[in-house]
């Protein structure tokens, strides 16, 4: 068994052999170096002394230097002066050698007359000097003539500083010999009690380890033994089970049996939907990521196909989710039909269904394909008692050119797939890139969208609707303004349709009605009486239970008199709820006028018309615009006009822009105009300003 405490403790005894021989000699190095710059700051120090209160005989003996010999230097009167000053200026301190060399290395002085008239020209420390820089070196001298006589071993720190002339030019050496013993005793000392601290600390450390991994050791030995115990049991017990194997190996092949059938049911399971039988989401994945790698590699086109059922949420709302999943399993199979054997065939969920298509060589074959899968549901379903009918939007995207992974490809596709049914449903739309451009500006439009409300960016516009006999103010439309400080002011046809898709319309809505009825209070508790307001409602909002208690709610909070409200809706809207009737009659329940706008651009019935609870028919601006110049919108227009006579509707003109216009619809006998000819849709200060001031 591998002995850890032996191993242990040869590793722990090399590293900390190791850390003691790297830790003191950086410890001493460290402290000599500080120990050398202290010095030499004070031998600076000490020069400067020097040169401050020996300038005069400095200067007499550098200039009776120049040409003189070594015998005229010691025996000169400036020599002889200079060394009483120096003597005297060097007592009690740490200085005990003083030399001063000239520009051209001589030794014109030194404490240690036998030394005068030496060339230190070549010396590294006083060409260094002469350069302007302090040069030092720390020695240990056996022994060495000082001020005071001989001393016997001794550290010295030995410093060449340069002489400064008065116009700051260099005009000599000093050298100056420091006695540092004093710290380099101190220092021999301070290294034995950090050397000593440190032993004590590691052998603290290394023994605690030791202990630790000793009683390890002993845990794992006592390990050791209870596993050879088991392994010992083990083999006993596999032998007597081998046996009883040997004996109930009928049996076993049942169950091996039983549980291939079981792996199997699982592993189709996990690779099908349980409902229709297609490869389900995770396979169909495998596969196109398989085929990538097989297309890449040989140089192939392949296509991805995504099918969704159009207005599917329908048939589980009206019929049921049985009858739902019936037409699953129908429309998987009759797409099966048409996709060939080398294609793969999948549903993702829900009603989305994919197919990948290989070996493509031209966008055609894909076209074909996506014709005969559209083409699958031109007959109907029938589904026992039930014939639906149904269709199908298609996305396309190709590989490489739309995207070279799995998630690019099903992106793109269904991103192509809902441009499809933005065109019109049952067709198929193959991916460009400006689609995943418009997504991505739709998806921030509709964040923006989403705080705009609550950072109060919207405003309510008002168009006066005029009556066409005396053109008074009879009543006013209340527009929806947005201006969003990104994207600066965005039109109602811009984001009125994503409102609607992303459900943000309810909110806004309500908040359209609550602002509308809370201004014309507002107006009219100044003396300004705005005869009526009219307000556009969307499919969305009437879809709400809820929506009449927040009707009933506004009018209450405001003040607002149910008769002074009018609600508009397009025939589309009244057409897309279920039960239009009762809705509309619960509305005039209220109090509420009700006016059907954009008539004669929707799909209505007359004879449904009629039943209808409405008291105004707006004929749209796009057959206005054509008075004068289309007799076709006339006709639709004294058409329209014969249809609310008859069934006794009250008229309103949009779009009027010109007397021509207001002169015609005035002899059909139009009660209200709408349109730039009276004004635009504004501010609500604005709209008053505009008003009051008429009679």
């Known amino acids: 068994m591998f002995n850890l405490s ?93 030399k001063i060399y000239n520009r051209l290395g001589i030794t014109v002085f030194s404490s240690d007359p036998s030394q005068i008239g030496e060339s230190k020209l070549d010396n590294a420390g006083f060409r260094s000097a002469m350069n302007g820089a302090v040069a030092s070196d720390l020695t240990h001298r056996n022994s060495i003539d000082t001020f005071e006589g001989i001393r016997a071993d001794v550290d010295v720190l030995a410093s060449y500083i340069p002489v400064m002339a008065k116009d700051r030019s260099i005009e000599g050496v000093f050298e100056l ?34 202990v630790v991994v000793r009683r390890a050791q002993r845990i794992l030995e006592d390990q050791e033994g209870r596993i050879v115990a088991a392994r010992d049991t083990l083999e006993i017990q596999v032998e007597a089970r081998t046996e009883e194997l040997k004996r109930t190996n009928t049996h076993l092949q049942g169950e091996i049996a039983e549980r291939r059938q079981a792996e199997s049911k699982l592993n189709y399971l996990a690779y099908h939907d349980p409902l229709t039988g297609l490869a389900n989401r995770r396979c169909f994945i495998e596969r196109l990521e398989s085929s990538l790698q097989e297309a890449g590699q040989h140089d192939q086109r392949l296509a991805v196909l995504f099918i969704d059922l159009d207005q599917f949420k329908q048939v589980n709302d009206s019929l049921g989710h049985g009858v739902g999943d019936e037409l699953l399993i129908s429309v998987g199979a009759r797409l099966s039909e048409h996709v060939r054997l080398i294609d793969m065939l999948s549903r993702l969920g829900g009603d989305e269904f994919i197919c990948l298509m290989e070996a493509v060589r031209t966008e055609e074959e894909v076209a074909i394909l996506a014709r005969e899968i559209l083409g699958a549901f031109d007959t109907p379903f029938l589904l026992g008692e039930h014939e639906l009918f149904l269709s199908a939007s298609i996305g396309i995207s190709l590989f490489p050119s739309d995207g070279s992974s799995v998630l690019d490809l099903m992106r793109n596709a269904d991103t192509a797939m809902y441009r499809a049914k933005d065109v019109g449903r049952g067709q198929f739309h193959f991916y460009t890139p400006e689609m995943t451009r418009d997504a991505k500006d739709r998806i921030r439009m509709e964040n923006l969208l989403r705080r705009a409300l609550d950072n109060g960016e919207f405003s309510v516009h008002l168009q006066p609707q005029v009556d066409t006999q005396n053109e008074k103010l009879v009543g006013a439309e209340a527009l929806v303004r947005w201006n969003s400080p990104e994207l600066g002011l965005v039109m109602p046809s811009r984001f009125i349709p994503l409102a609607e898709d992303s459900g943000i319309i309810i909110p806004l809505g309500n908040w359209v009605l609550w602002e509308t009825c809370r201004q014309v209070m507002q107006w009219r508790q100044s003396g300004f009486d705005l005869p009526q307001v009219s307000v556009n409602l969307s499919v969305k909002q009437l879809e709400r239970p809820e929506f009449f208690d927040a009707l009933s709610g506004i009018l209450e909070e405001t003040g607002m008199d149910a008769a002074s409200l009018k609600l508009e809706l397009t025939e589309s809207v009244v057409m897309g709820v279920g039960d239009a009737c009762t809705v509309l009659q619960r509305l005039r329940g209220l109090g509420i006028s009700l006016a059907l706008d954009d008539f004669g651009t929707g799909y209505s019935s007359l004879s449904y018309l009629k039943m209808l609870p409405v008291q105004q028919l707006k004929i749209d601006r796009s057959f206005v615009m054509g008075i004068g110049t289309n007799s076709g919108d006339e006709a639709i227009i004294r058409t329209v006009m014969e249809l609310a006579k008859s069934l006794n509707f009250e008229v309103v003109a949009e779009g009027v822009e010109t007397a021509e216009q207001a002169a015609f619809l005035a002899q059909l006998g139009c009660q209200q105009l709408q349109g730039f000819l009276h004004g635009r849709a504004v501010a609500p200060a604005e709209f008053r300003a505009r008003w009051s001031a008429l009679p």
């Open 6 to 98: 032996r191993y242990f403790s040869t590793v722990s005894f090399i590293l900390i052999v190791l850390a003691a021989g790297v830790l003191g000699p950086f410890y001493r190095q460290l402290s000599v170096q500080q120990i050398t710059e202290l010095a030499e700051s004070r031998n600076v120090a000490m020069a400067q002394v020097f040169e401050n209160s020996l300038r005069s005989p400095l200067d007499n003996l550098m200039t009776a230097s120049v040409g003189r010999d070594a015998d005229f230097l010691r025996q000169s009167g400036e020599a002889v002066q200079l060394k009483e000053n120096v003597v005297a200026l060097m007592r009690n301190t740490a200085v005990i050698r003083v």
């Open 177 to 210: 010999y420091q006695d540092v013993t004093p710290f380099m005793v101190q220092l021999q000392r301070s290294l034995w009690w950090v050397t000593a601290g440190v032993f004590i600390v590691f052998a603290l450390l290394y023994l605690m380890q030791y």
